[in-house]
Each structure stands twice: as structure tokens, then as C-alpha cells.
């Protein structure tokens, strides 16, 4: 079998520093639209996250059920969104977890990808609960920090009960994570039924090398999730300033939950010891 070619790290980076401000996302839509037929990008893992299949599993007190009872005593399944989602290997995940899954993307190429990928693996993906059932599966494109996407739904802010983030914060230049915050308090839904879960990675990257991806250490997550659209310092190397001692915001989320996975894409261990270096946080807006 002929090898599938590759994208180096290093071009997207030499890539992604020809576009500035709200370009920033145009950079990646082009990547999609001008991949060579059979050429893998990068962040494509080819498969689901483990870590995140592990989580809904293990974690699932904490998440609830896809099921849920509104306030007219009709039972509704809850909605997950995955922004960024590429080929939409979580979204397929989610909805035979039960969840109504959304897979957000702002090339319309990735889009049409992921489309075709459910089409042929949805099937693949076993549904969990036989009570619960498979969630339906939409792929839409837009821009995450705006609202037409929603518009095309027919949705409201604060519809998702679970946001699920991967390769989407370490994708963003640091100066972008204040928005990137934000935008998941206007998104989620109120506690406790809103969770947000990051996928933290890479975490032990040296932030000197830049990105994308981006160094991600816990306590960027921390940071600013627990102040978002605050200006967050970062030193001359790139490395947040951490203050524990720092209070929440008013706006800032609580992290419920921070775990070591057992199992993760190969990306996130290490590459001598195999020590898995990625971690799950959950999260929720305070009120």
C-alpha cells in the first residue's frame, strides 16, 4: 500500500504565520480546501478520541444522561458540539453515546469530509445504551466566535450541554484564547446540566517552540476558562503567568474534574516512556 502523505508540522506552522487577526481562521479553511487528494492533515488521527470514549464511560455521573426531562416534562436529547471538528471522528462518537452531536467547522471543505465520513462509518460506531439510542448527527460551517452558524440551526446561545474541545485551543494563537473562553460561557448551557470537556494537549510542549499546536499546559486551561476575555500575561518565552492565588471572575468556570486518561492518540504520550501526557478537565459556567 502506497504511503499517505503527510503535511509537516513545520509547513502549517510557516502556513498559519502568513494570516493575522480574523484571518487566523481563514489560514486553516485554506489548508482544507488545497488538500492534495489522499494528503493527511497533521491533526487528523484518523480515528475517535480513546480518551474521550473513556471519559463519557468512566465520568459519566458527572456528564448525565444524553436523555434529559425539560422544564414541560418532555424528554429531549441533549446537544454536544465539537468545534473545529475536521472529519468528525467525536461527533460520530457522541451520537452513539445518545447525544444529538454538531460538528462545527469553518471550511466548508472539512465539512463535506466529515459528511462523507459519517455516511460511511456512522454504522461503525456501536450504540451504547439500546434505551438510549444514536443521536443525530449534523455538520455545519461557520466561525465559532460568531453566530450565523447558530442562525442556520435555528439555535440559541447557551443550547449545548456538552462542548467538547480537542485540537481547537492548542490551533489558536495564545492571543485568541480570551474569546475562546468567552465564546464557551455564551455557548453552554447552565450548571449543572452544561459541560464543557478539554482534551489538554500537547502539555509538556517548551512554549519557545510556538505553533500551532501550541503549548497547553493545565494551567493555561485554568487560567482562562477561569477568566475568559480577560487579557491572561504570558512571559517573553510564551509561558502563561499562573497565579493560583488569583481569584475566579465573575464570568469564570469551574473545573469539576481533571484526569489522567489511560489511553490517548500516540500525539499525547511520551515518546520513550509511552506515559500518556494529555489530560481531561471537565468544566461548567458558575450560574
Known sequence: MAEVPEIPPSAIR??????????????WASLWDNKAEGETLPWDRGSHSPALEDFLVQKRGFIGSPIAEGPDGQKYRRKALVPGCGT??????LASFGFDAYGLDYSE???ETAKKEAAKSK???AVRGPAVGRGNVVFVQGDFFKDDWLAKLELAPQSFELVYDYTFFCA?????????AMRHQQLLASPPRGNLICLEFPTTKNPKWGGPPFASPSFAYMEHLS???EEIPYDSDGKVKFDPLRETSALGLER????QPVRTHKSGTDENTCEVLDRVSLWRRRA
Open 109 to 111: 471543505a472539512a465539512v
Open 123 to 125: 454504522d461503525n460506531y
Open 88 to 93: 468528525g471522528y467525536d461527533v460520530l462518537l
Open 227 to 229: 477568566h475568559p476575555g
Open 256 to 259: 469539576v474534574v481533571h484526569w
Open 172 to 180: 489558536l494563537e495564545p492571543r485568541l484564547r480570551p474569546q475562546w
Open 14 to 27: 510557516d502556513h498559519m504565520a502568513k494570516f493575522d487577526g480574523e484571518n487566523y481562521v481563514k489560514g
